[in-house]
């Protein structure tokens, strides 16, 4: 398989994961307080890691570089994005919360502007505003407000600014160091600090689940959390992280089309519509020229 297409396949991989994760979630809480779910499935994900660093006999890098990026990315990729994300949601619609996450690639062109020196064309801004407007116009029947919409979106969008600066200094510092030992750092740190935050607020001892609520918990942790972040982290080291993040206008027609597959939900004209609009902001940000291949670290 070529360089290019196992990047592409990765990439595409990466998506279908992240998009059927949002289905998941949601049944999850249907057993388990919010933060205690964060502090379980990353917990769970951390094992995995280092029982599969272990069978791989993956080296694990003990330089300072390597610590402090995984630290940085415990906190800033993972752990309060998620815990913004899920009190987020239980304030917003998740059609809304979906539309405020797809200013992602905006936020990443212009910090990838500033601290990689990367080239924002016209041609890329064209192409993030269209795919915005595409998940607007998926879930522009879900935008409902409320009371409390105001603190759900401020929550929504700094877990979106967070997630924003994980990616881009993974792209900054994160060359060199192989995908699967890259994430035990960063997990095992977002499982402490999802733990410690489930003690003040939560009871997060009681894990008398249902096996729907362990199943979800470990789907994620192994397919949303150790697969998916393995293939964000090859797929770092080789492309340009703006078409990296793209992948939040992506996941939301992954999860429509999910919903209609397995929920019996529906695909209107506007779904379609939307969809379509989606793919065209991408491949007119992206496909002037082919997705700029890195030589790894």
């Known amino acids: 398989m070529s360089s290019r297409t196992s990047v592409a396949s990765a990439y595409i991989a990466m ?14 809480l249907r057993g388990a307080p919010p933060v205690t779910s964060i502090a379980v499935r990353m ?3 951390s ?3 280092a029982i599969l660093l272990r069978a ?5 890098p003990r330089d300072a570089r390597f610590v402090r990026l995984g630290l940085f990315n415990g906190i800033f990729n ?9 009190f987020g949601e239980e304030r917003i619609s998740s059609g809304l919360a979906a539309v405020l996450y797809s ?3 905006l936020m990443v062109a212009l910090l990838a502007r500033a601290w990689l020196g990367d080239r924002l064309t016209v041609r890329k801004m064209a192409g993030i505003a269209l795919g915005m407007v ?17 603190a759900g979106t401020a929550l929504v969008l700094a877990s979106v600014a967070c997630s924003t600066v994980g990616t881009v200094a993974t792209k900054k510092w994160g060359h060199g160091f192989h995908p699967v030992a890259s994430l035990l750092i960063p997990f095992a740190t977002s499982a402490a600090l999802a733990t410690l935050l489930a003690l003040a607020i939560e009871r997060p001892l009681q894990l008398d689940y249902s096996p729907a609520t362990w199943g979800t ?7 949303g959390s150790v697969t998916a972040f393995t293939l964000f982290f090859f797929v770092m080291q080789r492309i340009d992280v703006t078409v990296v993040s793209y992948q939040t206008f992506i996941i939301p027609i992954v999860a429509v089309v999910l919903g209609f597959a397995f929920l019996g939900e529906t695909i209107s004209s506007r779904v379609a519509l939307g969809a379509g609009l989606i793919l065209a902001g991408i491949a007119l940000a992206t496909f002037a020229r082919a997705p700029r291949l890195v030589r790894n670290a």
Not at 15 to 28: E, P
Not at 56 to 60: A, E, H, K, L, N
Not at 140 to 150: D, I
């Open 103 to 105: 200013t992602m690639p």
């Open 43 to 45: 917990t769970v994900a």
């Open 134 to 150: 595409g998940v607007g116009i998926i879930f522009s029947h879900n935008l409902n407000l409320g009371p409390a919409a105001a």
């Open 56 to 60: 791989m006999r993956v080296p694990f």
């Open 15 to 28: 998506c279908l994961i992240w998009g059927s994760t949002w289905m998941m979630i949601k049944i999850g």
């Open 78 to 86: 993972v752990g309060l994005p998620y815990i913004f994300v899920y």
């Open 217 to 223: 918990i470990v789907y994620l942790a192994a397919l």
């Open 47 to 49: 094992l995995m890691v």
